[in-house]
């Protein structure tokens, strides 16, 4: 009787740790990526306020603040959806501001 009660309590144990090292090696992946993800979107952000600032022009950049802030994604999907509406027309805008100018 005494082998049966340790086996279960042995195996009950090791299954616990296992089912700990799994939630907190899961826990630790996705937070990494987090980590990774957020920092990328700062440093891609200053360099575009960077950037919007050596164009000098007031207007662009007031519009620019105000789509900031109107278009706030609420999860990852609207925010990749957000980043390449925005990509889209900074790279239109750029090519017909050249275009115009010659």
């Not at 042995?10 to 990526?33: A, M, N, P, R, T």
């Amino acid at each position: 009787m005494k082998e049966y009660v340790f086996t279960f309590l042995f195996v009950c144990h090791s299954e616990i740790h296992s089912l700990k090292y799994h939630q907190g090696g899961k826990s630790f992946v996705k937070k990494s990526i987090y980590g990774v993800f957020n920092t990328a979107s700062k440093v891609v952000g200053s360099i575009g306020t960077g950037v919007a600032m050596i164009s000098f022009d007031d207007e662009y950049q007031r519009q620019r603040n105000e789509a900031k802030r109107r278009e706030v994604p609420s999860n990852a999907l609207l925010g990749f959806g957000v980043g390449l509406k925005e990509f889209g027309t900074g790279l239109l805008k750029g090519v017909s501001g050249i275009v115009v100018r010659f």
